[in-house]
């Protein structure tokens, strides 16, 4: 443990991973809730792997892949909520034409770039070695932003997320807020591709606020504790990423995942506890 502390301060890359991820721990448990709560996990995925587009576009434009991941991520997000309000096409039916749209033109575009093809196993699955301090700078906008917005704007959210009938009783824009929790959703997801990958970034938003929301059913609770969980999970993922010289995404979603399990147990535990008390007290009465 001391020789990885010394690590973390010989090498850059190291202190950028390690403060980018804990950073990311902020949006992605509050975003991650979000999702879960209104069951978004599918839209999710898909503007995720849409991002590999922009990637790809990037990539053959000879710019700095995650402006091109941005880029698409948000056109995606915002082509998927539009066609489901406006076009009259199914959800689903939008999210996985996009999502295969999405793959489609980065592996076109890749295969066309002039030169060898670039490594994208840092994209497609996270790596240390390749968060710069551009990424560090662009998870803390992105923080600002999410807490900014929540801080802001959190009835209007929660009354559009789950009650939207009354949310236009009481002038809410409905429609302009659900679109910019789905921007906000993308820009999340690209802000951790160098961390997590593109493959497993899901992982990141969704099991955290599944483990907490086996305890508590507040909004505000299970954010709170997938930020905690977040942190937890990224920290020691990527320590085992260094340790052991694998993807980082990898080793943190397989950490969140021995969480979940975990937390899954004991609360198991738990109810066959309460329930063998709540026995014993009926038969002493």
Same mark, same amino acid.
């Given at each position: 443990? #001391?020789?990885?502390?010394?690590?973390?301060?010989?090498?850059?890359?190291?202190?950028?991973?390690?403060?980018?991820? #804990?950073?990311?721990?902020?949006?992605?448990?509050?975003?991650?809730?979000?999702?879960?709560?209104?069951?978004?996990?599918?839209?999710?995925?898909?503007?995720?792997?849409?991002?590999?587009?922009?990637?790809?576009?990037?990539?053959?434009?000879?710019?700095? *892949?995650?402006?091109?991941?941005? /880029?698409?991520?948000?056109?995606?997000?915002?082509?998927?909520?539009?066609?489901?309000?406006?076009?009259?096409?199914?959800?689903?039916?939008?999210?996985?034409?996009?999502?295969?749209?999405?793959?489609?033109?980065?592996?076109?575009?890749?295969?066309?770039? *002039?030169?060898?093809?670039?490594?994208?196993?840092?994209?497609?699955?996270?790596?240390?070695?390749? /968060?710069?301090?551009?990424?560090?700078?662009?998870?803390?906008?992105?923080?600002?932003?999410?807490?900014?917005?929540?801080?802001?704007?959190?009835?209007?959210?929660?009354?559009?997320?789950?009650? *939207?009938?009354?949310?236009?009783?009481?002038?809410?824009?409905?429609?302009?807020?659900?679109?910019?929790?789905?921007?906000? !959703?993308?820009?999340?997801?690209?802000?951790?591709?160098?961390?997590?990958?593109?493959?497993?970034?899901?992982?990141?938003?969704?099991?955290? *606020?599944?483990?907490?929301?086996?305890?508590?059913?507040?909004?505000?609770?299970?954010?709170?504790?997938?930020?905690?969980?977040?942190?937890?999970?990224?920290?020691?993922?990527?320590?085992?990423?260094?340790?052991?010289?694998?993807?980082?995404?990898?080793?943190?979603?397989?950490?969140?995942?021995?969480?979940?399990?975990?937390?899954?147990?004991?609360? !198991?535990?738990?109810?066959?506890?309460?329930?063998?008390?709540?026995?014993?007290?009926?038969?002493?009465?």
């Amino acid at each position: 443990m #001391i020789q990885l502390f010394q690590d973390i301060v010989n090498f850059p890359f190291l202190y950028r991973a390690f403060i980018a991820g #804990i950073l990311l721990s902020i949006a992605a448990g509050i975003i991650g809730t979000y999702i879960v709560a209104r069951r978004l996990v599918f839209l999710t995925g898909g503007i995720t792997h849409a991002s590999f587009g922009g990637i790809g576009i990037a990539y053959f434009a000879g710019i700095n *892949p995650i402006f091109g991941a941005f /880029v698409f991520s948000i056109l995606s997000a915002m082509g998927i909520e539009w066609t489901t309000t406006k076009g009259k096409l199914r959800e689903d039916s939008a999210i996985g034409i996009l999502w295969s749209f999405g793959m489609a033109i980065g592996i076109i575009f890749i295969a066309i770039t *002039p030169g060898y093809a670039p490594n994208l196993m840092g994209y497609l699955f996270g790596s240390i070695v390749t /968060v710069t301090s551009l990424d560090l700078i662009t998870v803390c906008i992105v923080n600002l932003i999410v807490l900014l917005f929540f801080l802001r704007f959190y009835r209007w959210i929660i009354y559009s997320a789950f009650d *939207p009938e009354f949310a236009k009783t009481q002038r809410i824009p409905v429609g302009l807020i659900n679109m910019l929790m789905t921007i906000l !959703v993308a820009v999340t997801i690209v802000s951790g591709i160098r961390i997590v990958g593109i493959i497993l970034l899901l992982s990141l938003l969704t099991i955290p *606020p599944s483990t907490a929301n086996l305890f508590s059913r507040n909004f505000k609770t299970i954010a709170i504790a997938s930020v905690i969980l977040n942190m937890i999970g990224i920290t020691i993922g990527l320590i085992l990423a260094y340790k052991m010289n694998i993807p980082s995404g990898a080793s943190v979603v397989f950490v969140q995942v021995i969480l979940f399990a975990l937390a899954k147990l004991t609360t !198991v535990i738990l109810d066959r506890f309460m329930e063998k008390t709540s026995l014993a007290q009926k038969r002493v009465q």
